[in-house]
């Protein structure tokens, strides 16, 4: 048996907005495995987003349980959320979020700032390689402006990645990208995947979510479907099948 | 979190913002330059009017008649016959460790002639204890004797005014024999020239002479002008004071009912009087200093608050990877702090060198106190946890969820 990396169990979230209460979520049961490579799809206002804040702990359910890597989140306070999250998650934002003015290594540093346990040497090293495994070694002072969209998305990559998460959270992360940088990012995200990282990607791009090997489609804050992947795309290969750039 | 990785973090916030952390500091700069520079200006004159008192004798009490209005008529003091010398004998009797040096004033104005040259001045009869008392020097020969006292000596020193008036051939005038109001006196020492007193008056322009030749020889008369003497101490100058008090009371047997008919004076009042405007003066300028500070201060809040608002998304972002509350809030804290002190260590090394350039170049006299430089620093760090812990807090109560999201 696998082990589980996330455990839901009847996750609602409700709303109160006034007098009248909103249920976002309404009752949601699943559960990923250490290794899988997961999409979850909706339209707006499918309750994705409200999902996606408590698998990130950056929200608590209202009823239901949520055990992320044997932690129940429900019992956890702020401050203890936040440690949850420099330690389990690395997240991934559709807009990048990188520190402007900043290097890629010290943008790629910055989890490790707020984990008491790491030398400032190690952190180091561990930025470097953690830059290496995007591919981005060569350009670790570039500041976010010196960069390209794909290459400022794959430093976010490194830095979800510096702490060693046991689930990488990705929201919407190739929406500002053009289909052949996302199939870029999604070719590194299958090599990260098989190197044996957990991913947890929220899109709505149906082309996206073939990259996959198991898409949870939400609806109306229930799940609608949760079907295993069985013809996985690879990224690289659809990269490959691109016509060529006509831009030069 | 480690302080050191929060030194790092706030210290790269405000790399990145370079021109705007330089403009925030200038308030405080400008706070810090100007207190320590108003402070350094207002200290020096004070020190400098404390300094030219002090040279007339900082420990001096003064003993003058006064009126004690005999059948209601008031009188000037200096046409009041009512010290003599038997208050100096009394004064003397006490014994006091209060009071080191005694000297009888009497003095006459007349013409000093010296072969074809005359000046006219003041003579001064005294005793010997006058020099201590008055912070006189001689530079040249040497001074009477209380042996010249009791016998009338016609012996007298003369003052830089005097000399430079009765010898213009620049002769030496020790030995020498000048005449005045036709006595004979023979010149034995040369005082060390002092300079213009605070008020204005040359205090070069003097011959001394011992009191006896002066009462008996020139002024036949057998009153005192004033008495002076000084004190041990700055500090027992209150103490000899009432004691002197006392003794000229008694010796001129006064009741109880009966007003003083002289009054004592010490230097150290007219010292405090005078250093009290000057520091007036500087509380004033260091009060308006103290507003810049305060005003730089504000700044300090209003960019840290524009700063929350523009890295909400920066400040979600941290939160996301893991930051918490207060690591978002001593990250602020930090950078508010960092600004400050820094604005602080460039305010005072600036308000240091502008004192110095205006000495040097308006030659003002200035004192830069430590502790000036220490208050505004401590000042400036408060300042900084002060105006920075609002906006400060406000950063770490954000929710990590709006913060993200925020456009």
Same mark, same amino acid.
């Given at each position: ?17 006034? &007098? ?10 699943? &559960?990923?495995?250490? @290794? +899988? ?18 698998? @990130?702990?950056? &929200? ?8 992320? &890597? ?9 401050? +203890? ?24 290594? +010290?943008?790629? +540093? ?48 490194a830095r979800a990645l510096v702490n060693h998460p046991v689930m990488i959270l990705a929201d919407e992360a190739t929406g500002n990208l053009d289909t052949r940088t996302s199939y870029e990012i999604m070719a590194l995200m299958q090599e990260l995947n098989a190197e044996g990282k957990t991913i947890v990607f929220v899109t709505h791009e149906p082309d996206i979510a073939a990259f996959s090997t198991r898409t949870i489609m939400l609806r109306d804050g229930k799940i609608q479907k949760d079907s295993i992947n069985q013809n996985q795309r690879s990224a690289k290969e659809a990269l490959a099948n691109l016509p060529e750039s006509d831009d030069y | 979190m ?20 330089? /403009? ?67 004064? %003397? ?8 040096? *005694? ?46 006292? %009791? ?29 005045? %109001? ?11 020239? %002092? ?5 204005? #008056?040359? #205090? ?80 004033? *300028? ?44 001593? #990250? ?34 200035? /004192? ?19 105006f920075g812990y609002y906006p400060a807090k406000k950063a770490s109560n954000l929710d990590p969820i709006d913060a993200l999201r925020y456009e």
């Amino acid at each position: 048996m696998e082990q589980k990396i996330l455990d839901i169990h009847d996750l609602k979230r409700e709303f109160v907005m006034g &007098d009248q209460t909103v249920r976002a979520l309404k009752g949601i049961t699943f &559960d990923i495995k250490a @290794g +899988e490579f997961i999409t979850i799809m909706g339209s707006s206002g499918s309750g994705k987003t409200t999902l996606l804040n408590i698998l @990130g702990c950056l &929200d608590k359910p209202t009823e239901g349980s949520y055990l992320l &890597d044997g932690v129940d989140v429900k019992g956890l306070n702020r401050d +203890e959320l936040a440690g949850l999250r420099n330690t389990k998650i690395g997240f991934v934002f559709q807009a990048y979020n990188l520190l402007p003015r900043t290097s890629a290594l +010290e943008n790629v +540093e910055l989890p490790l700032f707020y984990n008491k346990t790491i030398t400032a040497e190690e952190r180091k090293e561990r930025a470097i390689k953690s830059l290496e495994s995007v591919k981005l070694a060569e350009r670790f002072d570039h500041t976010p402006s010196q960069l390209s969209g794909g290459q400022q998305q794959r430093v976010a990559i490194a830095r979800a990645l510096v702490n060693h998460p046991v689930m990488i959270l990705a929201d919407e992360a190739t929406g500002n990208l053009d289909t052949r940088t996302s199939y870029e990012i999604m070719a590194l995200m299958q090599e990260l995947n098989a190197e044996g990282k957990t991913i947890v990607f929220v899109t709505h791009e149906p082309d996206i979510a073939a990259f996959s090997t198991r898409t949870i489609m939400l609806r109306d804050g229930k799940i609608q479907k949760d079907s295993i992947n069985q013809n996985q795309r690879s990224a690289k290969e659809a990269l490959a099948n691109l016509p060529e750039s006509d831009d030069y | 979190m480690s302080i050191i990785n929060l030194l790092k973090i706030a210290f790269r916030a405000l790399k990145r913002n370079k021109l705007r952390a330089f /403009l925030t500091m200038l308030g405080i700069i400008i706070g810090v330059a100007a207190v320590i520079a108003m402070m350094a200006i207002g200290e020096g004159s004070k020190q400098s009017i404390r300094s030219s008192l002090s040279g007339m004798g900082s420990n001096m009490i003064t003993i003058m008649p006064q009126s004690n209005e005999p059948g209601g008529v008031r009188l000037q003091g200096s046409s009041i016959q009512t010290l003599k010398l038997e208050d100096i004998t009394a004064i %003397k009797k006490l014994q006091s460790k209060n009071i080191n040096g *005694l000297s009888p004033v009497v003095s006459t104005n007349g013409q000093a002639i010296k072969g074809g040259y005359n000046w006219p001045t003041t003579i001064t009869g005294v005793s010997p204890d006058y020099l201590n008392i008055r912070q006189l020097k001689l530079q040249d020969g040497i001074l009477f004797s209380e042996n010249d006292v %009791k016998s009338f000596a016609k012996v007298c020193l003369l003052g830089k005014t005097v000399i430079d008036n009765l010898f213009p051939d620049g002769s030496n005038p020790i030995g020498q024999i000048i005449r005045f %109001k036709n006595i004979p006196f023979q010149v034995i020492g040369v005082l060390v020239p %002092k300079g213009q007193s605070n008020f204005g #008056q040359d #205090q070069d322009d003097i011959i001394l002479a011992p009191y006896t030749t002066v009462q008996k020889r020139i002024t036949a008369t057998n009153y005192l002008q004033s008495i002076y003497a000084s004190a041990t101490t700055e500090a027992s100058s209150a103490a000899a004071t009432a004691e002197i008090s006392e003794a000229i009371r008694e010796s001129h047997r006064l009741t109880a009912a009966e007003t003083d008919d002289f009054q004592v004076r010490t230097q150290a009042e007219l010292i405090s009087t005078i250093s009290s405007t000057s520091s007036m003066l500087t509380v004033l *300028l260091t009060a308006i200093a103290g507003i810049s500070l305060f005003i730089g201060g504000i700044g300090i809040m209003n960019i840290m608050y524009v700063s929350v608002t523009e890295r909400t998304r920066e400040i979600g972002l941290r939160m996301s990877i893991g930051a918490r509350g207060q690591d978002v809030l001593m #990250q602020f804290l930090i950078e508010a702090i960092l600004i400050s002190i820094t604005g602080g260590i460039i305010g005072v090394v600036l308000g240091v060198s502008s004192a110095y350039l205006i000495s040097y170049f308006l030659n003002w006299p200035i /004192l830069i106190a430590e502790s000036s430089i220490i208050i505004s620093f401590v000042v400036c760090a408060i300042t900084g946890v002060f105006f920075g812990y609002y906006p400060a807090k406000k950063a770490s109560n954000l929710d990590p969820i709006d913060a993200l999201r925020y456009e």
